[in-house]
């Protein structure tokens, strides 16, 4: 055996890919003239993937695990090349290793306000911001769509256009969630997780998917929250004089208290005790209560008399559909609690009024 077999026996080709700097995405095996030995030893971790470019085309891709490569473990390749099952030379590749680990903590958030309908404020424009993770999950897609023939691959250089995916989608979902504003907090993780499906949809088509999403933060603009302050705090002070006389007798205690005060705390005391007094004098929550309305007039109810017979009881409203109808005239017979005996509606102050806009009875007949 010749020396140059020898050392073609002891230099065994070894390809693998360690790294340390947790943003790169994809890391191209880096040999001159891209020359791989035949029955190479190829080490793919776990979290990596082999993707073998022959010539331009994507050949074999190789999954965690120890591979001598031959005829026999690089069937594409090996399509490619016309080998036989003799053949021994050196050959021309590519090798991608692809990170198929979790990139996670990436930023996200909203350039420009989202608006949105609130069904309690109406239109409104809000800003969110939090953090999503990114995966691997086709590799050979991911080389051809995204990667092409970058040495090296970082997340930074995908980044941005998922950033804009998740802020479109997010202001798709959170315009059709129709949450009001005031409970978007408490349901947050429901609208992450419908955001990220939306998301890894879109990241399909680039061999990537969001297995996480997180709404940190969802802010209102300053006059909203002002207002929605505002509002709050008289939630928590409740009835507006009642917080008056409390900050009023505080204020006399503490002028009470405060010996440097003299007659002028007394004053002022007495001030504000003169002044609190008048305002409870006042009608209003926090004074005396207003005199109770009198109660309102009992309505009568009548009855009717006509051919020896009674009926009712009718109520003035039934009285004045009757009267418009016929059914009711003049000349009836009427009587309500406390008249005295029976009367004809037209002598009755209160029903004669029914016949103003009624015709006269009809003529004779001659």
Known sequence: MGIF?????EFIDVIHWTDDTRDTMVWRFEREGHEIKYGAKLTVREGQAAVFVHEGQLADVFTPGLYMLETNNMP???????????????????????????????????????????????PLRLRAFGTFAIRV???????????????????????????????QEFSRVIARSGIPVL????????????????????????GLTMPEFYIENISLPPAVE??????????????LGRFTQYSAAEAMTEAAQNPAGGGMAAGLGAGMGMAMGAQMAQPGPWGAAPAAPPPPPVEHVWHIAEKGETRGPFSRADLG??????????ETFVWTAGQDG??????????????????????PES
């Open 183 to 206: 409970d978007m907090a408490a349901n947050t993780d429901d609208l992450g997780k419908l955001v990220a499906t939306e998301v890894s949809k879109a990241l399909a088509a680039y």
């Open 137 to 167: 999950t086709d590799p050979a897609k991911f080389l051809v769509e995204i990667v092409g023939t970058d040495g090296e691959f970082t997340r930074d250089e995908i980044a941005f256009q998922i950033r804009n995916i998740i802020v």
């Open 226 to 239: 002002k207002a929605l302050d505002k509002r709050t705090s008289m939630g928590i002070v409740g009835d």
């Open 76 to 122: 594409v390749l090996t399509t490619l090349q016309h080998w036989d099952h003799g053949f021994r030379s050196p050959f021309k590749s590519e090798i991608y290793f692809v990170n198929t680990t979790r990139f996670t903590d990436l930023k996200w958030g909203t350039k420009n306000p989202v608006m949105l309908r609130d069904p309690e404020f109406g």
């Open 321 to 330: 559909r009757m009267a418009a109808d016929g059914t009711l005239r003049r």
């Open 5 to 9: 077999d020898f050392l073609s026996g």
């Open 342 to 363: 029976w009367k004809r509606a037209e002598e009755v102050t209160e029903l004669a009024q029914l016949f103003t806009v009624a015709p006269p009875p009809p003529p």
